[in-house]
């Protein structure tokens, strides 16, 4: 990658990830109950006016209250938004992403060479002592940055290793606490040093896990990378079933080995009744399987409850989210790195990921494009256990106003989002955000 050629510096951030193991309807229509407010209490409702669902011919009114949207009349003293024939689309959720590495907003950061996991995970260590803002500062700038691109929740993955102790997880739990009213966040516990190669991570995992500052347990590439399958898959569901948290795997192991790797992520899923709680992410091994190998293997991962997620890197390695959806297997999409020691690119902008899935699916249709935008905005949710939003009467009151034709048009040309809204409120205008 720029500035330096493939050749000179080894491979690139794709690369060593790819070589690591070789509307619906206008809301003002439909019929469900206005939300009540308590007793004695007012409700709390905003009125958008003039907005065009899913990009609808006609705009109609999106009528908030306490958080949801109704179908009902807006209380007396309502506040009133003219969203000027702007059309209104679901927020998006972040399925996979490292607030904790970035450099984002920071002055630019030459990379030097890397070749493997474990040269750029030192190259990690070595921007993390070089950047001079505090770690919780230039994670919470990028989780806003989010909010104001249209994201309404993701899963964080912060580095757990001796180099760092717990200050990825510290820095990442203070920004989702500052962030707590425009964007829900789930902090994975990630040992990218690996489990059983570097001395001391078990013992931080299980302590992210024990004090409750995290979610989920992490792993990565069980054999490719810390050459220990059993013994790392052993720690990471160990420390998930005493602590009663949940598992999320880096998995770029390719081929024979991934498979296995997955079969074994499968067998305890099962064992520990985990059903539910376990992902697995890129999950490179997928991809181009035979069809029927494919269909069985997805069938396994529906029966043991697993959920993938991809980041749309290539179109070799992208999941095939349409077929494993089929068979009942919930798949996320995540933006991944932004701007750290691993590659200069990324930006947080779930939009523009969906954009990329497209773009590797060589999606053409107006209904493939959409696909990708629900892949967007309802994989994740399903991930994260959270509410779909799709504008009717009872979803979150959780949407984007942007200017625009219609849906498949506004995922290709990628126009600023003017207005972000969670739970009925303004938390983002004209891309930056507003008063909490």
């Known amino acids: 990658m720029h500035p330096h050629s493939p050749a000179a510096t080894g491979l690139t951030r794709r690369g060593v990830l790819v070589g690591t193991a070789a509307f619906a309807g206008a809301a003002a229509t439909a019929t469900a109950p206005a939300a009540e407010a308590a007793p004695g209490r007012q409700a709390r409702a905003t009125v958008f006016k003039n907005v065009r669902p899913y990009g609808a011919k006609q705009p109609t009114d999106l009528v908030a209250v306490d958080g949801l949207l109704t179908s009902g009349p807006a209380p007396h003293g309502a506040e009133v938004i003219d969203g000027g024939g702007r059309i209104a689309l679901p ?259 779930m939009l523009h990921r969906a954009h990329l899935l497209a773009w590797v699916g060589d999606a053409r249709l107006d209904e493939e494009l959409e696909a990708a935008f629900r892949a967007g905005a309802d994989g994740g949710a399903r991930l994260l256990g959270l509410p779909e939003t799709d504008l009717k009467p009872g979803s979150p009151a959780d949407f984007l106003l942007v200017r625009g034709e219609c849906l498949p048009q506004i995922l290709v040309d990628l126009p600023q989002r003017d207005l972000v809204v969670r739970a009925g409120r303004v938390v983002a205008r004209d891309g930056e955000l507003t008063g909490r």
Request: charge should be negative.
């Open 91 to 349: 927020t998006l959720v972040d399925a996979h992403i490292h607030p904790d590495k970035t450099a984002w907003g920071e002055p630019w950061v030459s990379r030097n060479p890397a070749g493997s996991i474990a040269e750029y995970a030192e190259e990690d260590v070595k921007l993390y002592h070089a950047l001079r803002t505090p770690l919780e500062e230039r994670a919470e700038r990028l989780m806003g940055h989010a909010v104001t691109r249209g994201t309404r929740a993701m899963r964080a993955h912060a580095d757990v290793a001796p180099a760092f102790d717990l200050a990825g997880v510290e820095g990442v739990g203070s920004a989702r606490r500052n962030l707590r009213h425009a964007l829900d966040v789930e902090i994975v516990a990630f040992p990218q040093h690996g489990v059983i190669r570097t001395p001391g991570t078990r013992e931080l995992l299980e302590e992210a896990a024990r004090t409750g500052a995290v979610d989920r347990i992490g792993g990565i590439d069980p054999i490719g990378f810390d050459e220990a399958l059993d013994e790392q898959l052993d720690v990471v569901f160990g420390i998930a079933d005493r602590h009663g948290v949940g598992v999320d795997i880096h998995l770029h192991e390719r081929a024979a080995t991934g498979l296995e790797s997955l079969r074994a992520i499968i067998a305890r899923t099962r064992a520990l009744s985990l059903q539910g709680k376990v992902t697995v992410s890129h999950v490179f091994c997928l991809p181009g399987l035979p069809g029927r190998e494919l269909d069985q293997l997805a069938a396994e991962l529906a029966d043991a409850g697993i959920s993938l997620t991809t980041v749309a890197p290539s179109s070799d390695l992208v999941l095939p989210i349409d077929r494993l959806r089929a068979h009942g297997v919930e798949v996320g999409l995540g933006s991944d790195g932004v701007r750290d020691s691993w590659s200069p690119f990324g930006n947080a902008d």
